[in-house]
């Protein structure tokens, strides 16, 4: 099997550049656009990553808005990097693939900038641009202070301190190891919680809470390099399903040192921290949930003693989402809950009705009344004026897209006004303390892509330069709905089709839970229109369990999110042929990554009438071998659900295995570990059924840009090679 896997590659390397050659260099035409970016408070001055067209270094750029000119802040060092494996195992878990300046934050007063490169850190100072290194190395997740005095962060799995004006540094704990660490993320917050912080600051400055994570009964793992034979294997310590997750513990401590505080919560009964929030002027806040996700907790703190009061209590039958922002890449929302002005309530979302809303709390965190509408499903928070008692929000009206609304908080009978109107997806960041203006980074229905500082009125002000390169043409797609339940679907022609052609079908898919693949938004189609350029027509599905449709349509695949979700997809392309005489039916080939890469393997497997060829790459095999967090969060314990476990587990199926199928697998992946390949190859080895197996260097991602390429040829042309007449 190696020697077809090298062939594949090799073949495929020896023929004039392709179409996902620079889609590869550029990363889908998004190196070069502005990101992670920020407006001062004041409104004056936008602060925002870049890099070149075909670099993956990030460098800090400010653009005067009064001025109308951009300047460079902090370029990177054109050093190659050297992370720690915490912090490169942190860009793992928050899908940092980029380089150079990563990270910054700004002081509240807008006078100082932290910039991280890698483990160096540097200030710089607005408006001169003097750049001061900071002493030391090593550091990890660090957080400026909010005014602009003192940095925090992690270095040897201890928290420290430097104060800037004198370069004092101080470890405000000690005892960290790699098994017990403090100010780090433990892996389901990181992974599966979307939270990367580990230290937060209080308000005035004065003190910091820190997780301390014991993960010294956490199951070891150990990932060696096959290239390197000579290394010794990294040690990981993976909350594999049904076994132990990290202890937690939440500490209090003076930015000046001493006696840690813990806060007191049942951290047996609610050992996931979600979020932690300690908002200007109002409570600190926790969100904590059980181990079955069943139950969540929005807890308030009193940080002198760290007792708790429970402010309220979200629960669900199945399981409860966090936030309604799954699979839309937003950046600049609001993490809730969001308090208002002098502890007066709090703005919460829930989904108690089956469509998430946004709700007013009173500050006991009883409800007042929900502020959006059940018929405009909303997903963020975006900026809360005070002064006008408004609130701006991202909504997605017709699941397809992300618009921008503003409404009043006070009366539930309001009626939303747009913010924007252009069909797409918009991702806003508000400046903080005048809420006069906000950047859109917006990726359009038309195929778009920039980022504009827009007044509160509507009126753009600016447009952020972009250096990307131009694509030679924006995907061809056709959005519509299929089937009983009108799926959202997206069929892809090639550039150019012969007229009456049948051409073969591939199904694009992800199909499981949190992503939600079709979305008003050409440009994220680059990959599936170079693949059907191939002369193909790709097919894209939402069905049962992906978000953005209610509580019901999610939760239907509770214990089993596979049956349903792979009926819904043979349903819906075949559908989507009735309409399209074009689709040959007869040659369809299915293809995914990660999830999608365990939906592939299982409809190869299962459905040989519908699906003649596939391609999965990096897939979960065994659901026993993933993270708890998620695993468990729709299948339950293994120990208590083995049918669940037994319904979705590939090897289950894969005797009856009687389609080709190229399984691609990175050997070093510490997210969809290479046992899961492993042992689906031996399975499939047993019952003697053949396989193709493509072997890659590195992890879950694909950073590099030649292997990204050869992977994406080799998968096209393994599915010319089966779906050929």
Same mark, same amino acid.
């Given at each position: 099997m190696r020697h077809i896997a090298l062939f594949l590659l090799i073949a495929s390397s020896a023929h004039a550049e392709s179409c996902f050659q620079p889609l590869a260099a550029?990363?889908?035409?998004?190196?070069?656009?502005?990101?992670?970016?920020?407006?001062?408070?004041?409104?004056?001055?936008?602060? /925002?990553?870049?890099?070149?067209?075909?670099?993956?270094?990030?460098?800090? /750029?400010?653009?005067?808005?009064?001025?109308?000119?951009?300047?460079?802040?902090? &370029?990177?060092?054109?050093?190659?990097?050297?992370?720690?494996?915490?912090?490169?195992?942190?860009?793992?878990?928050?899908?940092?693939?980029?380089?150079?300046?990563?990270?910054?934050?700004?002081?509240?007063?807008?006078?100082?900038?932290?910039?991280?490169?890698?483990?160096?850190?540097?200030?710089?100072?607005?408006?001169?641009?003097?750049?001061?290194?900071?002493?030391?190395?090593?550091?990890?997740?660090?957080?400026?202070?909010?005014?602009?005095?003192?940095?925090?962060?992690?270095?040897?799995?201890?928290?420290?301190?430097?104060?800037?004006?004198?370069?004092?540094? &101080?470890?405000?704990?000690s005892g960290g190891t790699d098994i017990i660490t403090h100010g780090l993320p433990d892996f389901a917050a990181a992974e599966e919680f979307d939270r990367a912080e580990g230290l937060w600051w209080s308000p005035d400055s004065s003190y910091l809470v820190y997780e301390q994570a014991d993960s010294s009964g956490v199951e070891r793992h150990f990932i060696a390099d096959p290239e390197h034979p000579s290394i010794q294997p990294t040690e990981f310590r993976y909350p594999r399903a049904g076994t132990a997750n990290a202890k937690l513990r939440l500490g209090r401590i003076a930015r000046t040192g001493g006696k840690t505080t813990w806060i007191d919560w049942d951290n047996t009964a609610y050992h996931y921290v979600a979020r932690v929030l300690w908002q200007k002027g109002s409570h600190l806040s926790l969100v904590v949930l059980n181990r079955a996700q069943t139950s969540e907790l929005l807890l308030s703190v009193d940080p002198q003693t760290g007792r708790t009061t429970r402010l309220l209590q979200d629960m669900d039958s199945a399981w409860l989402n966090l936030d309604a922002s799954h699979g839309l890449g937003l950046t600049g929302a609001k993490p809730l809950p969001y308090w208002l002005p002098g502890n007066a309530g709090f703005l919460w979302a829930a989904e108690r009705t089956g469509v998430w809303q946004l709700e007013l709390h009173r500050p006991d965190g009883t409800l007042d009344h929900a502020v959006t509408s059940a018929s405009l499903p909303f997903v963020a928070v975006n900026d809360m004026n005070p002064t006008a008692g408004t609130v701006t929000f991202t909504a997605n009206p017709d699941r397809l897209g992300a618009n921008i609304f503003r409404q009043s908080i006070t009366s539930n009978t309001a009626k939303p006004e747009p913010l924007d109107h252009q069909p797409g997806l918009h991702d806003i960041t508000f400046n903080d303390s005048q809420h006069n203006l906000f950047v859109d980074r917006i990726s359009g229905a038309d195929g778009t892509a920039r980022a504009d500082v827009v007044g509160i009125g509507g009126k753009v002000l600016a447009t952020l330069r972009s250096v990307a390169e131009q694509p030679p043409a924006i995907p061809k797609v056709q959005f519509t709905a299929v089937g009983e339940h009108r799926m959202d679907a997206v069929l892809i022609h090639p550039t150019d089709t012969p007229a009456g052609a049948k051409l073969p079908v591939i199904l694009s898919v992800y199909g499981g839970p949190t992503v939600k693949v079709v979305l008003r938004s050409p440009r994220d189609y680059f990959e599936d229109q170079c693949m059907a350029d191939q002369g193909f027509i790709v097919a894209s599905i939402d069905g049962h369990g992906t978000p953005g449709r209610g509580r019901d349509w999610e939760r239907a695949t509770k214990s089993d999110f596979i049956d349903l979700p792979l009926q819904d997809q043979i349903t819906g392309l075949q559908a989507l042929a009735k309409s399209n005489p074009d689709m040959d039916m007869s040659r369809t080939g299915i293809t995914g990554w990660s999830f999608g890469g365990y939906f592939t393997a299982m409809a190869t497997i299962r459905r040989p009438d519908i699906f003649k060829a596939g391609v999965a790459g990096a897939p979960v095999v065994d659901f026993a071998d993933y993270d708890t967090a998620y695993t468990e969060r729709y299948l339950g314990l293994p120990q208590?659900?083995?049918?669940?476990?037994?319904?979705?587990?590939?090897?289950?199926?894969?005797?009856?295995?009687?389609?080709?199928?190229?399984?691609?697998?990175?050997?070093?992946?510490?997210?969809?570990? /290479?046992?899961?390949?492993?042992?689906?190859?031996?399975?499939?080895?047993?019952?003697?059924r053949p396989y193709s197996l493509l072997l890659l260097p590195g992890t879950h991602q694909l950073p590099d840009p030649v292997l990204r390429a050869r992977v994406d040829e080799a998968r096209a042309q393994f599915l010319k090679d089966h779906l050929a007449k």
């Open positions: 550029t990363r889908n035409y998004t190196l070069g656009q502005p990101r992670h970016v920020l407006p001062t408070p004041d409104g004056k001055t936008i602060l /925002f990553l870049r890099s070149a067209a075909r670099d993956t270094k990030l460098g800090l /750029f400010a653009y005067d808005l009064a001025a109308a000119t951009e300047r460079p802040l902090a &370029q990177p060092s054109a050093a190659p990097e050297h992370l720690s494996v915490e912090e490169k195992a942190l860009r793992e878990r928050t899908r940092m693939t980029l380089t150079g300046i990563t990270d910054y934050a700004l002081s509240e007063d807008d006078s100082r900038i932290l910039v991280a490169q890698a483990d160096h850190l540097a200030l710089i100072s607005l408006p001169s641009g003097k750049t001061t290194p900071i002493p030391g190395i090593g550091w990890i997740n660090p957080r400026l202070s909010p005014d602009g005095q003192a940095i925090a962060g992690v270095r040897d799995n201890d928290v420290h301190v430097t104060e800037l004006a004198n370069g004092h540094d &101080q470890a405000l704990t208590a659900s083995p049918d669940a476990y037994r319904v979705t587990n590939v090897l289950t199926y894969a005797k009856g295995l009687s389609r080709p199928l190229l399984i691609m697998h990175g050997l070093t992946d510490d997210n969809v570990y /290479f046992q899961n390949s492993v042992k689906l190859t031996q399975a499939l080895i047993a019952a003697g």
